[in-house]
């Protein structure tokens, strides 16, 4: 059994046992904000990007199991304003990955 595995936006988090068995977490996230003001006018915009990883129990039994989890991920704002007048807007992306519980359970012929 390999422990457990945690991590927030870990980029190849990465475990190895005696058994050969493997697990591997590759995380990918781009994450731009643009909440840009022009011409006349107050730039109050409040952008935010909220980017979180949860990972729970990895429980594996055997030998040379193998897991692996790719996230390419690509999050934007865009709350740009032109011409007269005051850019107010309010841009939020809250995005969570939550991964497991992962059970590998070895079997008996």
Partial sequence: ???T???TCATNAFADDPFKNKVNIDTQQD???SCDESQ???NNSDCEITDTTV???FTI???ENKILLDFDEKNKNDCDESGDGDNNSICTITDTKVIGPIDILATQP
Wanted: proline share 0%.
């Fill in 1 to 3: 059994m390999i422990g």
């Fill in 5 to 7: 595995v945690l991590g």
């Fill in 31 to 33: 994450n731009t904000n």
């Fill in 40 to 42: 006349q006018g107050e």
């Fill in 55 to 57: 990972t729970d129990t």
């Fill in 61 to 63: 039994e055997g030998d």
